[in-house]
């Protein structure tokens, strides 16, 4: 059994997560305007793993009984002054992700909910790559200031990313 506080901290995250989507999509269609193809296809792809995310509470919301409620999404932003900017934005988001999962996990060992532990490590791992990712690639864009055949080079690199869900959930 779910505690009334806890499945509104799941609510809230599945909701949290669809915006994460959001904020993907402003930085995916950012680097469009840019002519960065590569970058945008990333970010596509990032904003696809959101909703894949945000399903996942979804259907575990439904599975312990509960009923998800959607929230209104708060404006992400549109405008950056460079690539490098886009990305320090996205780690920052991820960290605050990381923290509303930390936050869910201290909730759950606190009602002692074994299920729901079990299935937030999932998200645990994930966040540890989430923010690597974001911080590779801003120490790559770091390294490529001003070098504007390495950034075409690494938005060629962008343009393979793919998004499969994984089989074993
Ligand atoms: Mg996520």
């Known amino acids: 059994m779910v505690s009334e506080k806890l ?3 799941l609510n809230d995250q599945l909701n949290y997560e669809f915006e994460s989507a ?3 999509l402003a930085m995916a269609a950012y680097c469009a305007d840019q002519d960065l193809d590569g970058f945008e296809n990333f970010f596509l792809v990032q904003a696809e793993e959101e909703r894949f995310h945000a ?4 259907n575990f ?3 312990m009984d509960g009923r998800v409620s ?6 992400p932003k ?7 900017e886009v ?3 996205a780690l920052s988001h991820e960290e605050s992700v990381t923290k509303r999962i930390y936050n869910l996990m201290d909730i759950a060992k606190e009602e002692r909910q074994h299920a729901t532990i079990s299935w937030l490590n999932w998200f645990v791992d994930e966040q540890v790559e989430e923010e690597s990712t974001m911080k590779g690639i801003i120490k790559k864009l770091e390294r490529l200031e001003g070098n504007s055949h390495g950034i075409f080079m690494l938005d060629k690199e962008m343009a393979q990313r793919t998004f499969t869900p994984p089989t074993n959930e």
Not at 55 to 58: A, G, N, T, V
Not at 70 to 75: A, G, H, I, S
Not at 78 to 84: E, I, M, P, Q, V
């Open 7 to 9: 499945m509104k901290a």
């Open 70 to 75: 959607m929230q209104q999404m708060r404006e």
């Open 61 to 63: 919301i439904k599975e």
């Open 87 to 89: 990305f320090e934005t």
């Open 78 to 84: 549109n405008d950056f002054n460079s690539l490098k």
């Open 55 to 58: 399903m996942k509470f979804f």
């Open 22 to 24: 959001h904020y993907y």
